[in-house]
């Protein structure tokens, strides 16, 4: 089996133009995230998807792979699709490109399943939630899982509901952990690995009435029968959205906190 993965990177953003390629130790992020995602033993290749001249230049001068795709598209997911239709890869990993202190066995672990379990579309991963707080937060997308480890639904609302017979819902703050069930709320990473022909099939597809409503591009495969396998990790990145978040990911690279 070829894997292969693709980190999809637009040079504009909203709250940070330019980010992908904003200064963090020395290096422009999407360096730190590319050579982490070299690390990972179960990728043949790792493939720079971008629309801009600017990105696709600052790839290649520091030795990544890098390739040209259409300005039109509107998703990450649609850019690698791209980048697929022109590839003899068997399974695709879709990587983010603003997380620079990427742990590379999150990748084995989204990848294992492929490996071992027949059948499989699509996977991606999730971590447990620790405070009341993330699972109110909507910018924090939870996932529920099945007995056999695939997706049910993914939601930015607190799935699932605590319901605590006597106390109040949300006055549990030491941990995150229902004291009936023991079932910890899981938050959703935004890492996918998909067959070729089911990231080909899935960008072809019309947006969905669930996922116009929720925003979450994953609940299109969910809605038009496509499972996902879900493997539950003990990591939480830090994503690159705010100054305050590129502040903190110096700090870690600079060794400063």
Not at 4 to 21: C, Q, T
Not at 107 to 117: H, N
Not at 183 to 193: C, T
């Amino acid at each position: 089996m070829k894997i292969v993965g693709m980190i999809p990177a637009r040079y504009k953003s909203s709250r940070l133009p330019g980010k992908v390629l904003i200064d963090i130790a020395g290096k422009p992020m999407i360096q730190h995230v590319w050579e982490r995602a070299k690390q990972a033993r179960s990728l043949e290749d790792v493939i720079v998807a971008t629309d801009d001249e600017r990105v696709f230049s600052a790839v290649r001068a520091f030795g990544g792979k890098a390739e040209m795709t259409a300005p039109y598209h509107s998703t990450g997911t649609d850019r690698l699709a791209e980048v697929a239709g022109r590839s003899d890869a068997d399974l695709i990993v879709n990587l983010q490109g603003d997380e620079p202190l990427m742990d590379p066995q999150v990748i084995e672990a989204v990848v294992a399943p492929f490996l071992m379990e027949k059948g499989l579309r699509m996977g991606t991963v999730a971590t447990p939630i620790r405070t009341a707080e993330e699972h109110l937060d909507d910018a924090a997308v939870k996932v529920v899982l099945d007995n056999r480890g695939y997706a049910l639904y993914f939601s930015r609302a607190p799935i699932p509901y605590f319901r605590i017979d006597g106390v109040p819902p949300w006055s549990i703050e030491e941990k995150r952990q229902h004291p009936t069930s023991k079932l910890w709320p899981l938050k959703h990473l935004g890492l996918y690995a998909y067959t070729r022909e089911t990231l080909l099939w899935l960008s072809a597809l019309k947006p969905t009435p669930l996922e116009q409503t929720e925003k979450l591009e994953q609940l299109r495969a969910l809605e038009n029968g496509c499972p996902i396998r879900v493997v539950t990790v003990d990591y939480s990145p830090i994503g690159v959205d705010t100054e305050a978040d590129l502040e903190a990911v110096r700090r870690k690279m600079e060794g400063r906190g």
